[in-house]
């Protein structure tokens, strides 16, 4: 038996606070904090737009910790103080019951007559594990990583985020995206993970137009795409891309050619 050298994924515990407020602890990369802070405060929920976040200030605690403060305007840090005083249980526990279900499965807000994103050409999805590869520069130094990207109307791949997580690595990619200034509602952001509800979620509230995963969506994440008019698809390893939304489900073939 030989020791191994392999270079790990790091790991450790980043708190986040809104102006002094503790509000969580993910376990994440500590690489992007500041993309990761942007984007987490959009797709939670915590603020309507990146204007409302004044400052993030970032800072090593230990070892294993990284702290990263929020500061917010006035308005959004009295909305936060609200919401949580009316989700507060009456324990530690944390949320229950219908407290719980009823913040997981909020109704989202959208815009009335809002039309559905283009879906992306055949080509742009052409050898979307190779744009991963191609990206994922933390991937080839440590290892086992999630990664998202965002690719504009050309087909340009213009960010890459990655995480040990895979709500991290979007969250991080979301916030990039909206500090960079690229409208998410065309062209498409991917994801090499399994794509689920709360992932759909923050795409939605970002207002992103496609969202693509390698692996199969569940079946509450296409529910929830169609509603809202989210293009949700999957690119498997071999074959065409699948649509899952919008409806009706369209042949792979029928993906916009023409752009």
Not at 112 to 122: I, K, N
Not at 229 to 253: D, E, F, K, T, V
Request: with cysteine; hydrophobic share 40%.
């Amino acid at each position: 038996m030989r020791k191994d050298t392999q270079a790990l994924a790091v790991e450790c515990a980043v708190a986040l606070s809104f102006n002094g407020l503790n509000y969580a602890v993910m376990m994440a990369t500590p690489e992007n904090l500041e993309d990761f802070a942007v984007g987490f405060s959009l797709s939670a929920g915590i603020v309507s737009g990146a204007a409302q976040i004044l400052d993030v200030e970032v800072t090593t605690g230990d070892e294993d910790s990284m702290l990263v403060d929020i500061t917010l305007n006035q308005r959004a840090l009295h909305e936060l103080k609200q919401s949580r005083r009316n989700l507060a249980g009456t324990s530690g526990c944390g949320l229950c019951g219908m407290e719980a279900l009823e913040q997981a499965l909020a109704p989202l807000a959208v815009v009335s007559g809002q039309d559905t994103a283009a879906l992306p050409p055949v080509s742009q999805l052409q050898d979307l594990r190779g744009r991963f590869q191609q990206a994922q520069q933390y991937r080839k130094r440590r290892g086992a990583m999630h990664a998202a990207l965002f690719v504009d109307a050309c087909g340009t791949t213009k960010l890459c985020r990655e995480d040990i997580g895979r709500h991290n690595a979007l969250d991080k990619l979301l916030g990039a995206c909206v500090r960079s200034g690229f409208n998410l509602a065309e062209g498409f952001v991917a994801l090499t993970s399994r794509c689920s509800l709360e992932l759909v979620q923050k795409a939605l509230r970002l207002k992103v137009g496609t969202l693509i995963s390698l692996s199969s969506p569940s079946d509450i994440s296409v529910r929830w795409a169609q509603k809202y008019q989210l293009n949700l698809l999957h690119q498997p390893a071999q074959g065409p891309a699948r649509i899952y939304s919008p409806l009706p489900l369209l042949n792979p073939s029928e993906l916009n050619p023409s752009r």
